[in-house]
């Protein structure tokens, strides 16, 4: 078979397992990256994400996490949810919504590894999504599939920002897609506008520091009194950047059930979260991004924007 017909078929794989778009680049050292992340580490953006810092020659070259890799497949997984939470009640970002993303995708990629090795050629390699030193939205970008907005997301024309990232790196080559060649921003600046805690300090840079996701997800202890009025009811990460693009404006609903909510997380009202206890969490939480947080921090997020009332002042 060709490289074009092999890259041709395990693009129709992907979909056919679900992801919505699937782009390949050459694998290599990211040269052009290099500054940009050292720049991002020097100036503590990442807060204390220590394992950011760690590991900096994997994450810029993904041929050292595998070896002998010639291809990264990139692939995006839709994750925009049909029904949202009800009105005023504490908000968790939407990629929370149903299971662990990591769980789904990588099963999926497993799977289109083995379809490679099986209907193509033998094939070795790695799947990963958010889970090793990886800069997925730079090898997005190399293998088509979109920009990195002002809001530091990737941006796919079509499907807005909405998407996980996940990616197969093998030793396989393969046809390989341009990298994208422009920015379709244009003069738009509503998410730097938009972010309550002004995390967004200038196009395409995050100081997580101020960052709501990492505030209320990531930090481990708790939010500064200075921030907590601007956490706007957030208790689990934060969508305001992705909410107000445009491109995200006609945003479809994903077609992964996984990522399907649960409707018992749907009907919880802010008196049930109030009152979610510890065996709650694990029961209804367990195999979803909360777990992450865990019931302590998610407890705490929880009475930064629904405080109890005060005995004295009653």
């Not at 010639?70 to 994750?79: P, R």
């Not at 949810?81 to 990591?102: C, F, S």
């Not at 083995?114 to 190399?142: M, Q």
């Not at 393969?174 to 379709?184: G, Q, W």
Request: charged share 25%; aromatic share 10%; with cysteine.
């Amino acid at each position: 078979m060709s490289l074009l017909n092999d890259t041709s078929l395990i693009k129709q794989k992907a979909l056919l397992l679900g992801f919505s778009d699937c782009g390949i680049a050459r694998a290599g050292k990211l040269q052009e990256e290099e500054q940009g992340l050292d720049n991002y580490l020097s100036n503590a953006y990442h807060a204390d994400m220590a394992y950011m810092s760690r590991n900096k020659d994997l994450r810029l070259d993904p041929t050292l996490l595998v070896p002998g890799a010639k291809s990264i497949v990139v692939v995006l997984a839709n994750y925009f949810p049909e029904k949202k939470q009800n009105a005023g009640v504490p908000i968790v970002a939407k990629y929370a919504y149903g299971t662990d993303y990591h769980r789904v995708i990588k099963k999926k990629l497993r799977h289109l590894l083995e379809f490679i090795h099986t209907e193509i050629g033998p094939v070795s390699g790695r799947a990963f999504t958010d889970s090793a030193p990886v800069l997925e939205r730079a090898w997005a970008v190399k293998a088509g599939l979109g920009w990195i907005g002002k809001n530091g997301m990737l941006i796919n024309r079509k499907l807005g920002s909405f998407f996980f990232i996940g990616e197969l790196v093998i030793d396989r080559e393969l046809e390989y897609d341009a990298p994208y060649p422009n920015e379709y921003c244009g003069t738009c600046t509503r998410c730097l506008e938009t972010c309550p805690t002004g995390a967004l300090l200038k196009p395409g840079v995050l100081d997580a520091r101020r960052c709501i996701s990492w505030l209320t997800i990531e930090k481990k202890d708790d939010t500064p009194e200075a921030l907590k009025s601007l956490l706007n009811r957030r208790i689990f990460g934060c969508d305001i950047c992705q909410d107000v693009c445009p491109w995200n404006r006609n945003a479809a609903p994903t077609p992964i059930d996984e990522f399907q909510p649960d409707l018992r997380f749907l009907s919880m009202t802010t008196v049930d979260w109030m009152k979610l206890d510890e065996n709650q969490f694990r029961e209804r939480f367990r195999y979803t991004p909360l777990q992450r947080a865990g019931f302590e921090k998610l407890r705490m997020n929880i009475n930064n924007c629904f405080p109890k009332p005060n005995p004295k002042n009653l």
